[in-house]
C-alpha cells in the first residue's frame, strides 16, 4: 500500500488548509485512516482517524471543532480540512492506514504509512 500526502503550505494564524491522502495498491475501503503529525523536536502526535465506512471518526482533543476528517472510498482519498490555524499546528503530517479497522490513537498499530506534507502556520 501507497500512501501520498498533499496540500501543505503555508498559512497564516487563522487560515486553513485541506490535506488529501491518496492510496494505492491495496484495498483501501478496508482499511481504517488515521492523520498524525510531527514537529521539530517532539514525538509524532495523533490528530484524527476513520473508520473504513467513514460513518466514525475520532480526533485529539486540541483538534476537536477545528479539523474534520472525511474519506472518498470510490476515489482511495482520506481528507483532513484544518480550519482556524495556529502556529502550534505547525508540523509534518502524515497519513497512515490501518488494516484492522483500528481508528484510534496508537501510532504503531497503523501499518502503512506515507510520507509527509509540511504544514507551516505563520504567527
Known amino acids: 500500500v501507497q500512501l501520498q500526502a498533499s496540500g501543505g503550505g503555508l498559512v497564516q494564524t487563522g487560515g486553513s488548509l485541506r490535506l488529501s491522502c491518496a492510496a494505492s495498491?491495496?484495498?483501501?475501503?478496508?482499511?481504517?485512516m488515521g492523520w498524525f503529525r510531527q514537529a521539530p523536536g517532539k514525538e509524532r502526535e495523533f490528530v484524527a482517524a476513520?473508520?473504513?465506512?467513514?460513518?466514525?471518526?475520532y480526533y485529539a482533543d486540541s483538534m476537536k471543532g477545528r479539523f474534520t476528517i472525511s474519506r472518498d472510498n470510490a476515489k482511495n482519498t482520506v481528507d483532513l480540512q484544518m480550519n482556524s490555524l495556529k502556529p502550534e499546528d505547525t508540523a509534518v503530517y502524515y497519513c497512515?492506514?490501518?488494516?484492522?479497522?483500528?481508528?484510534?490513537?496508537?501510532?504503531?498499530?497503523?501499518?502503512?504509512w506515507g510520507r509527509g506534507t509540511q504544514v507551516t502556520v505563520s504567527s
Open positions: 497512515a492506514a490501518e488494516t484492522s479497522d483500528y481508528y484510534g490513537p496508537i501510532s504503531r498499530l497503523y501499518d502503512y
Open positions: 495498491g491495496g484495498t483501501f475501503s478496508t482499511y481504517a
Open positions: 476513520i473508520r473504513r465506512s467513514g460513518r466514525e471518526t
